[in-house]
Each structure stands twice: as C-alpha cells, then as structure tokens.
C-alpha cells in the first residue's frame, strides 16, 4: 500500500456482520409479515371488523391513540389494515432492530475488544462506520418493505369489501422506511459516540421511546398538541401522506437522515475507542 | 542506509489530564527484536495502540515501514502482524472462520495454507469454535492471527501469556524465525527471561517515560553486580564498613558465605575483602529481573545515567 492508498472496502466484514445478523432480522421480519396476515385475517370480514371495533373501543384512549385513534373508527378496511404498521408490538420489532445493529456492531465489537482484532487488519475507521451504517439502514428499509410485502400477500389471500389501495400502502411503506431507517441513524449515532454498549442502548432507546410517547401523548391530549413537532414521528404521520407522495417531509426526514449518519462518523473517526 | 521499520519520535498521549505517555522515541531495525518492557500502567499499551493507529496521538509521530502512521487509517496494516494484549475473538463462529475473515479484510489472499501450518505447529485445532477453546489454545489463536500472513512487522503484546513451557517455546522461534526473515518485532512481555532470550535490545518504560533503552547485555550490567564470597572454616563473617564502601551492601549472610551486591567497579570490594581469608570468589550472572527491579526500586526523578542520556538525546 503506498502512502497515499485506501485499503479496499471490507467485503468481508459487510458478510461477516451480515450473516451474525441474519437470523435476528428474519425473525423480526417474519413477525412484522405474519402481523400483516393476521391484521388483514382480521379486517376482511364485516363481522369481525365490528368485533376488532367494539374491542379497540374497550382500550384505554391511549392506546387507542397508538394504534391509529380516531382514523379507526371511520370501520375503513384500509384504515384497519395500518394497524399493523403502528402497533406497538411492530414499532418493538422495529425498535430492536434499529437499537441492536449498530449498538451491537460498533459499541459492541468495541466492548468485547474484536474491534481491535479488525481495526488490527488494513481497514479504516470510515470503512467500519460505513459497513455498520449500510447494514443498520439497508436492514431497517427491507423489514419495512417486508411489512409491505406482507399486506400485498394479505390482499391476494382476503377478499375485500372495499377496494385496498396499495399504492398507499407503499407510500406509508416508504415513508415508514425512511422514517425507521432515520431512528437507526439516531442510533448510529449513540453507538459510534459512546464506549459502552450498554450506555449506547440506553440512550437510543431512550430517544425513540420519548419520540413515540411524546408522539402518542401529543396525539391524545389536545392540550399538548403543540408537542407533536418535537418528534420525527410529526414528519410522516401529520402529512398529506394519504393523498399523495409528501416529498418535502421526505427530504427533511432523508436530510436529517444523512446528518446524522455524517456526525456519527466523524464522531466515530475522531474520538479514541476505549479498546 | 537501511530505513527502519518502527520509528517513534517523540511520542505523547494524555487521556484527558491523565498521563499516559510522554516523550518517548525508539525505532527498530528490520530483523531486530526489540524488548518492551514496564510494570502494568506504565503505558506499553499505549504506545502499541499508537503504533497501531487505534489511538490518536496528543504529539509526536509514528512511522511504520517508511509511512507516517494516521490513526485509524490502517496504515501499513497488511504488512502487521498484531497480537494485543488482551486477546478476545468472537466465540461462536470456528477459529478458522474468525482467522480466514481476519485475514481476508484488506484483500489479503494465500494465509489459509500458512494459518493450516501454523495451526499444526501450535497443535491447534482450528475446526472448533473459539468459545469452546481454553484460555491457551486461544492465545494460540492470537499467536496464529499474528503470524498467517507473515508480516513484515510484529508487534506483540504479551505472546505468551497463557501457554506452557513448550507452547511458549514454539512462539518464541516463531519471533526468531520471523526476525531472521528480516520482520521487525516490538516485543512487550512481563516474562523477562524471555525477553532477555530472544531480544537483542529493549526499551523499559516508568509511568510513561522510557527510562533505559540499550542492549540487553548493557542493561544487565547496568544494575548491581553480585559477589558470593565463600571465607575460609572457622573464620567470622566480618562487618562491612558502609562509609568507606558506597553502594555496596550485603544482601544475605550464610555460615562461611557472604552475598555482596554492589555498583559501580568491582575493585573496592575486593580490597576489603582481600583483607580476610577468603577460600573462593563466585559472580552469578545479573538477570534482567534484577536489572528491572532496580529500575523501579529507584525514586522517579533520579532514574539513572541511561534515562538522563535518553533526554539528552531527544534535546
């Protein structure tokens, strides 16, 4: 290698973290389809669609709220079909994803010390970064399109009453993806900045757990209203999302998106690593 | 003129306010092997990590094989053979899975024959995962990580550690036949016998400063010297006169035998010695442990000739 060379991008470890990494995101990804089946079993049939109603009304109005508010009661089996893209149990898979792959691939191979067996080999910090960054992003798009994937399965499988609009699904889908794969940004960022794997846990989870709270509460209590604009959910879900493409809350969320992932990498390149 | 393959010069680290090296400079020639050594905190890790490009140095420059080390760059790390002190590896994945990744990163090709080779040497079986391995069959995998792609630089932190005496004995002609290739080796160790075995210089190191750096046979002679005076039967062990012997001291007294320590030339001692009826005069060898205890037996600030002249070399 002269003076001057960079060494070439480490294929090798881009597999290597993908295979540890692949049982867990196809697990994930299983749930989120067969949530979308299970939905969809649920909401093509009238009767069951005034029973799934009578038994959200039961909730509390939270939860209610979490899991899409008054948009439900309009009995829209379009409407009913987003349940699976916000339930709480959903926004968990896609929250333990977004936490665990770049905690675990950069703050975790730094606590367990592998990250200086790699960093021992001609390889950069940036290259590393980048490697953790496309599999926490690339991961969280394709669980979300995954999610997709599984409500187009559930209209092959159901017959409807009313006609299902998948080009809106695949607008939420990409929204959805972009908004998830900004979260895994954030967490990116927790892990490439803190030494300690359980530290940079703590703080990604507690910044989309307040995210998704503050998102719900706001949502819910009209005296707060004026909260939603402090999460990245106000970004997808107070948008013309369901007329149309929203191109401008999609920039801002892909601008904040790639901010994020550049001041974790230069964080990542600059700071020393408590090898 | 031969460039050197490590070349440290003026190398300092602080981790916040906390000192972790100052001002140290070394360099090590291809084919030499060249002893690191200090007691824990004293900041060998420190130096490799800078060496590695894993740490940024606070100042100072590092240069490995001609090429000014930038921290986190890589540099020159496929010629590298590293072995860290604290040797962790993925558990699940087989040993030969976690070696073959390693060694494929950067593109590097052809190890899997050396690694089988070494592998056999060691009598390590690749074929398990390293999470199922003991503690010395997994310094044995570290020891293969250094060596698969027969770097031209070896830097080494604590090769041994873990392995019985055959093992250990096996690493060290891996690092002699690795010297002898014409790789330069940076070897840091607690075990002093084997570094005053294989190492032809070294460097010790007192909470971040180098203190000695010479020829291992020069740092033996640097430390007290040994007399063991055997009188002749029936004569009393006689009372050494300390003020008119300075820096000479008896460290033990058996009937008929006295173990003198003393600095400096050997011709006092033996004059007041010659005084009485002595039978024989034996000098055991000064081993590097002794040499090094006295490093760190000193009060900081009056190391020795040695770390003044380091300083007077640097200004």
Redesign the interface.
């Known amino acids: 290698?002269t003076?001057s060379s960079?060494?070439?991008f480490?294929l090798?470890?881009l597999w290597?973290w993908f295979l540890r990494l692949l049982p867990a995101w196809l697990g994930i990804a299983a749930v989120i389809f067969l949530m979308q089946i299970a939905i969809a079993a649920i909401v093509h049939d009238n009767a069951n669609v005034r029973t799934f109603l009578g038994f959200l009304r039961l909730l509390p109005s939270i939860v209610r709220t979490a899991l899409g508010g008054d948009m439900l009661e309009s009995g829209s089996m379009t409407a009913l079909l987003t349940v699976g893209y916000q339930h709480p149990f959903v926004m968990f898979l896609y929250m333990v994803f977004a936490v665990g792959t770049p905690t675990g691939l950069l703050a975790g191979e730094v606590q367990?010390?592998?990250m200086?067996?790699?960093?021992?080999?001609?390889?950069?910090?940036?290259q590393v970064y980048v490697c953790a960054a496309i599999l926490t992003l690339v991961g969280m798009f394709c669980l979300v399109m995954v999610m997709f994937l599984g409500t187009v399965s559930a209209v092959h499988i159901y017959t409807f009453s009313e006609p299902i609009d998948l080009n809106l699904f695949f607008r939420l889908a990409m929204n959805g993806g972009l908004l998830a794969s900004t979260f895994g940004a954030f967490a990116l960022l927790s892990a490439a900045s803190l030494g300690r794997l359980y530290s940079a846990i703590g703080v990604a989870v507690g910044f989309l757990t307040l995210n998704y709270f503050i998102a719900i509460v706001a949502a819910w209590w009209p005296r707060l209203e004026f909260m939603r604009k402090a999460t990245l959910f106000y970004l997808m879900y107070y948008s013309d999302l369901w007329q149309q493409w929203p191109l401008g809350n999609m920039a801002k969320l892909a601008a904040i998106l790639i901010g994020t992932v550049i001041v974790g990498g230069i964080i990542w390149?600059?700071r020393?690593?408590p090898? | 003129m031969d460039m050197a393959s490590v070349e440290i010069r003026s190398l300092t680290k602080w981790y916040g306010r906390s000192r972790g090296i100052e001002e140290i400079s070394f360099s090590i020639e291809p084919g030499e092997i060249f002893g690191y050594l200090g007691p824990n905190g004293a900041g060998k890790t420190t130096t490799i990590r800078c060496l590695m490009g894993l740490l940024r140095p606070s100042s100072g420059e590092v240069r490995v094989l001609g090429q000014r080390v930038a921290p986190g760059q890589g540099t020159q790390h496929e010629r590298i053979g590293y072995l860290p002190g604290e040797f962790r590896i993925w558990g699940r994945p087989k040993a030969r899975s976690s070696l073959g990744m390693l060694a494929a990163l950067g593109g590097d090709r052809g190890t899997a024959a050396r690694r089988k080779a070494l592998a056999e040497r060691l009598e390590l079986n690749l074929h398990r995962p390293v999470g199922d391995l003991s503690k010395g069959n997994r310094q044995k995998v570290a020891v293969v990580l250094a060596f698969q792609h027969q770097p031209d630089v070896l830097v080494l932190d604590e090769p041994t550690a873990g392995l019985d005496p055959l093992m250990r004995q096996i690493v060290l002609d891996l690092i002699c036949e690795a010297a002898h290739a014409g790789a330069a080796v940076l070897l840091s160790s607690h075990d002093l016998s084997e570094v005053s075995a294989i190492c032809g210089r070294a460097a010790i190191l007192r909470e971040g400063r180098l203190v000695e750096m010479a020829p291992i046979s020069e740092i033996l002679q640097q430390g007290e010297h040994r007399l063991k005076v055997w009188f002749t039967d029936g004569a009393l062990l006689p009372e050494m006169p300390s003020a008119d012997l300075p820096g000479v001291r008896i460290v033990e007294r058996e009937p008929g035998i006295l173990h003198i320590a003393y600095q400096g030339t050997a011709d006092p001692i033996l004059k007041w010695v010659g005084q009485f009826p002595v039978d024989r005069i034996t000098t055991p060898q000064t081993s590097l442990q002794e040499a090094f205890i006295q490093y760190y037996q000193q009060q900081p600030g009056s190391i020795n000739r040695a770390g003044d002249d380091l300083r007077g070399q640097r200004s």
């Open positions: 290698m003076g960079r060494p070439p480490p090798r470890l290597f367990r010390g592998t200086e067996l790699i960093l021992s080999r001609p390889i950069t910090r940036v390149r600059r020393d690593l090898l």
